[in-house]
């Protein structure tokens, strides 16, 4: 079992950054890719970015590219997202993923194991 764990949201102003980290503890972490994703109120969850653990491959949904950046450290099983230039529509629960399968990685069902949500509030 793999337990996910995030951090870093919070309440910040259009135009800042925050950088959200997701922790992973249980069995062997090594996954083949993580993921974030974000659910506004009303609103389906949506793919933010994802990141294979051994290629360091990424990919971006086209409203954050170019200003979120996903990153891992294998070392302490975490992966980041960084946020700059944030925008009231980025307001969401932000979540992440792993999953050990190579499949769609925009596709939240892809994922099998998911953390609890952090809360990131951007203010206009």
């Known amino acids: 079992q793999v337990h996910l764990v995030e951090s870093g949201g919070g309440l910040v102003q259009a135009g800042g950054s925050l950088r959200l980290s997701c922790a992973a503890s249980g069995r062997t972490f090594r996954p083949y890719r993580m993921g974030w994703f974000r659910q506004a109120p009303g609103k389906e969850r949506e793919f933010v970015a994802a990141i294979t653990w051994s290629l360091d491959n990424t990919n971006y949904a086209d409203s954050v590219t170019g200003r979120f950046t996903i990153s891992r450290d294998n070392a302490k099983n975490t992966v980041y997202l960084q946020m700059n230039s944030l925008k009231p529509e980025d307001t969401a629960v932000y979540y992440c993923?792993?999953?050990?399968?190579?499949?769609?990685?925009?596709?939240?069902?892809?994922?099998?194991?998911w953390g609890q949500g952090t809360q990131a509030t951007v203010s206009s």
């Open positions: 993923a792993a999953t050990y399968y190579s499949r769609t990685f925009s596709n939240p069902l892809s994922y099998e194991y």
